[in-house]
């Protein structure tokens, strides 16, 4: 019978205990899962019965007198709720419910720097409970010493540090918390990685914020990256890694192939953006990269190889305005053989509000009809933007 209790004491803990009154986990199963019921009111009296009954037989379960704290704390007793809570922290530092209890007083108080110490404690040995706590971030992260404190725990690479981020992203308040942290955190021994900047300049975009978005890129790049900066970042193609939203972007797409190669790896000086395509229809590409052009004359440059390049559809770069959605501007690439041929075209970015471009390259397909398969390769040595004089 003791045997079957502990095989049911998760799943079923009311059967695991009908069959051994003395098990102690499927005890404290039972009391949480009533006290977690929101279906329900439990009959906290007889809870407290049962759980005072087994500390009985285990005084020194700190689940226990967490439980009967969380009992009384349901039941007005604060004071004497808290009186337990304290003894079940020193039985056990991790503790979830005198933890998550804890946690509230001491922000409740004002004391967010044990607060934040009493996270970290929480989310290293519960990871699961960050969704607990993520309401009350930007509270403690909004006093001087709150901040500070969860400074000091993401730059000692809390393992809630990535949590936190994808949290706060998801706000215009939180980005700019997030925006903070990032800026701290470059100075720190654990700078952020390029997944963290990614989702904050993500975050900033999906918020319509994109000088924020852009200002968070630039400060980004490392003292290699910013030599490829310019109106097209990284215009000559390097394998740079990190695929921010304003480098390039390149996903898998079926029908082609791309590959970026440095310069000085390049064979024959084919350095750049090679594209081959796979005989196959193509309706949409796979390159692409945001831009922020003011209001202007521009032209746009491309230095590109062809080998028994066929495009039943065009082929083209297109520079669109992101809010509100339009076409700027349509760059067609030439089908056939050729070497290094230099290409340009001039556009303009009107005075209209359009403080976000994307640049992509683009088929005209609309359809993915085998009638109309690409096939060959495009080598892209070079694609850049220069404004013109007005």
């Known amino acids: 019978m003791i045997g079957l209790s502990r095989f049911l ?6 059967v695991s205990l009908a069959l051994d009154p003395f098990n102690a986990e499927a005890l404290v199963g039972e009391i949480a899962s009533s006290l977690n019921d929101a279906n329900s009111m439990p009959d906290l009296d007889a ?29 007005g007793e604060i004071n004497e709720a808290y009186k337990l809570f304290d003894r079940a922290r020193k039985l056990s530092k991790t503790e979830i419910h005198a933890l998550q209890r804890s946690i509230a007083r001491d922000v409740d108080s004002g004391a967010v720097s044990k607060a934040v110490g009493e996270i970290d404690i929480l989310l290293r040995r519960w990871p699961d409970q960050f969704s607990a706590i993520a309401d009350g971030m930007p509270g403690i992260l909004s006093s001087p010493e709150g901040y500070q404190s969860v400074l000091t725990a993401i730059s000692a690479e809390a393992p809630w540090r990535t949590n936190l981020l994808v949290a706060l992203s998801k706000t215009r308040e939180g980005l700019d918390i997030s925006n903070r942290l990032l800026l701290d955190l470059s100075g720190s021994s654990a700078p952020p990685n390029s997944s963290e900047l990614n989702r904050v300049i993500s975050g900033y975009i999906r918020q319509k914020q994109y000088e924020s978005a852009y200002r968070l ?19 000559t193609f ?53 831009i922020a052009l003011p209001p202007g004359l521009y032209k746009i440059s491309l230095i590109a190889s062809a080998r028994n390049l066929k495009l039943p559809k065009e082929l083209f770069w297109s520079i669109t305005c992101v809010d509100p959605a339009g076409e700027i501007a349509r760059f067609n690439i030439p089908e056939g053989t050729y070497n290094r041929q230099s290409l340009s075209q001039e556009f303009s970015v009107g005075p209209a509000l359009c403080p976000l471009q994307l640049l992509r390259l683009q088929t005209a397909a609309i359809a993915e009809s085998w009638r109309f398969r690409y096939v060959g390769t495009l080598i892209m040595h070079k694609l850049s933007i220069e404004r013109l004089p007005s």
């Open 9 to 14: 004491e998760t799943e079923t803990p009311a």
């Open 47 to 75: 809870l407290l019965a049962k759980a005072q009954g087994a500390l009985a037989f285990d005084v020194a379960d700190a689940r226990l007198y967490s439980l009967i704290g969380e009992i009384k704390y349901r039941q």
């Open 217 to 235: 890129f630039l400060f980004s790049l490392s003292d290699q990256e910013q030599k490829l900066g310019g109106y097209v970042f990284n215009s």
């Open 238 to 290: 390097e394998p740079v890694s990190g695929e921010k939203p304003f480098d390039w972007q390149v996903r898998d797409q079926s029908g082609l192939e791309i590959t970026l190669t440095a310069s000085q790896d390049a064979v024959e000086g084919e350095g750049g953006a090679t594209v081959r395509f796979l005989n196959t229809p193509v309706k949409n590409t796979a390159l692409q990269q945001y």
